[in-house]
Nanobody
C-alpha cells in the first residue's frame, strides 16, 4: 500500500513563508504526477500546484509567483514553498500522487490516485 505523509503546516503571519513536504512510502517504481490541493472551510477542494515526473508544473492563478512546487523523483517526495502568504491561503493542504506504480507483495500494482491526510496552514492577518 502507498501512503503519503505531509509535514510543514502551521501558523504564520501574513507575508510570511511556509514549506510543505510530502513523502510517498512503499516500494515505488514511479509516480506520474505529484501535487498539492487545498480546502478551506465551506469551500471545495482546489488544485494549488502539480508537477509531473518530467518537471512540468501547473499552478493555480491565485498562487502563481508566490508558491513553488518541486519534487525528488528518486525519493518520491514533493515540496511546496509558499511565500507572501495571505489569509486567503488558510486551508487544509493535501498532498496527492497520480499514476503510482509500486510493488505490492511480488506484483507490480498501479494506483490511479492517492491522498495524504492533510496539513493545516493558517495565515493570520
Amino acid at each position: 500500500q502507498v501512503q503519503l505523509v505531509e509535514s510543514g503546516g502551521g501558523l504564520v503571519q501574513a507575508g510570511g513563508s511556509l514549506r510543505l513536504t510530502c513523502g510517498a512510502s512503499g516500494s515505488i517504481f514511479s509516480i506520474n504526477a505529484m501535487g498539492w490541493y487545498r480546502q478551506a472551510p465551506g469551500k471545495q477542494r482546489e488544485l494549488v500546484a502539480v508537477i509531473t515526473s518530467g518537471g512540468i508544473t501547473t499552478y493555480a492563478e491565485s498562487v502563481k509567483g508566490r508558491f513553488t512546487i518541486s519534487r525528488d523523483n528518486a525519493k518520491s517526495t514533493v515540496n511546496l514553498q509558499m511565500n507572501s502568504l495571505n489569509p486567503e491561503d488558510t486551508a487544509v493542504y493535501y498532498c496527492a500522487a497520480e499514476g503510482i506504480l509500486y510493488l505490492r507483495g511480488i506484483s507490480q500494482t498501479y494506483v490511479e490516485k492517492a491522498w495524504g491526510q492533510g496539513t493545516q496552514v493558517t495565515v493570520s492577518s
